[in-house]
């Protein structure tokens, strides 16, 4: 069955150059051209990955994404056409996985999307089904995360990461180093979606944003898993 991606883009001649290249590639697509049709297009063609431009009629990006992150979690990659940090920032902050700032070649974008896409089950190897660190169990084949009873809901982005953080705990990783495993990029990454994503995870699995227990950081470094809890 081949993936599915949903381009929410009103300027057509981007959106069509954007679909040829995609169905070249082996995806099928759909195209929304406003906000409302997008939300529409979600329940109906039920997307793997949204490309969702942030200026857009009847329903802003930012709007948008927010009300998918209510129901979905696949991944987001915004297009943007605007440069100031704020706007890349409060994507993320509503629940976008990745950014890709135009103008933009194919080659990048399909090297976004296809990080994006990637699913990290339980690695060759690996014996561990779950992760428990005090009342945080992480089920690894499930991508279900739970603190005590109570499931808590991730994006796929934000599982990939508290899981690969997770395995390995006490190890501290880069931000840069970071992108590169758990995003699948090394040369169009922005080390603030690290940040972002980590600051959206600490707000769902942490007792006190913070004052982590969990995802720690290491001053000037970058973020580690603290696998032994102390009360």
Same mark, same amino acid.
């Given at each position: 069955?081949?993936?599915?991606?949903?381009?929410?883009?009103?300027?057509?001649?981007?959106?069509?150059?954007?679909?040829?290249?995609?169905?070249?590639?082996?995806?099928?697509?759909?195209?929304?051209?406003?906000?409302?049709?997008?939300?529409?297009?979600?329940?109906?063609?039920?997307?793997?990955?949204?490309?969702?431009?942030?200026?857009?009629?009847?329903?802003?990006?930012?709007?948008?994404?927010? /009300?998918?992150?209510?129901?979905?979690?696949?991944?987001?990659?915004? @297009? *943007?056409?605007? %440069?100031? #940090?704020?706007?890349?920032? &409060?994507?993320?902050?509503?629940?976008?996985?990745?950014?890709?700032?135009?103008?933009?070649?194919?080659?990048?974008?399909?090297?976004?999307?296809?990080?994006?896409?990637?699913?990290?089950?339980?690695?060759e190897g690996d014996s561990q089904e779950?992760?428990?660190?005090?009342?945080?169990?992480?089920?690894?084949? /499930?991508?279900?995360?739970?603190?005590?009873?109570?499931?808590?809901? @991730? *994006?796929?982005? %934000?599982? #990939?990461?508290?899981?690969? &953080?997770?395995?390995?705990?006490?190890?501290?990783?880069?931000?840069?180093?970071?992108?590169?495993?758990?995003?699948?990029?090394?040369?169009?990454?922005?080390?603030?979606?690290?940040?972002?994503?980590?600051?959206?995870?600490?707000?769902?699995?942490?007792?006190?944003?913070?004052?982590?227990?969990?995802?720690?950081?290491?001053?000037?470094?970058?973020?580690?898993?603290?696998?032994?809890?102390?009360?």
């Amino acid at each position: 069955m081949k993936t599915r991606i949903l381009i929410v883009e009103d300027e057509r001649n981007i959106a069509d150059i954007i679909k040829f290249n995609l169905e070249k590639e082996g995806y099928q697509t759909e195209v929304a051209g406003d906000g409302e049709d997008a939300l529409v297009k979600v329940r109906t063609f039920q997307p793997d990955l949204m490309l969702l431009d942030l200026m857009i009629p009847k329903m802003d990006g930012f709007q948008v994404c927010r /009300k998918v992150r209510e129901h979905h979690n696949f991944p987001i990659l915004m @297009l *943007t056409a605007k %440069e100031e #940090e704020v706007d890349k920032v &409060l994507g993320l902050e509503m629940g976008a996985d990745d950014y890709i700032t135009k103008p933009f070649g194919m080659r990048e974008l399909l090297a976004r999307i296809k990080a994006n896409l990637r699913r990290v089950g339980p690695a060759e190897g690996d014996s561990q089904e779950k992760v428990v660190a005090g009342p945080l169990s992480i089920d690894l084949g /499930k991508y279900e995360v739970k603190k005590e009873e109570t499931v808590i809901e @991730l *994006t796929i982005r %934000e599982f #990939e990461l508290l899981r690969f &953080l997770a395995l390995q705990p006490e190890q501290v990783f880069t931000r840069e180093q970071l992108l590169k495993e758990v995003w699948g990029y090394e040369y169009y990454g922005d080390i603030r979606t690290v940040d972002v994503t980590v600051r959206r995870l600490r707000e769902k699995v942490e007792d006190n944003p913070s004052t982590p227990r969990y995802i720690m950081t290491k001053r000037g470094v970058g973020y580690y898993f603290r696998r032994t809890q102390h009360v």
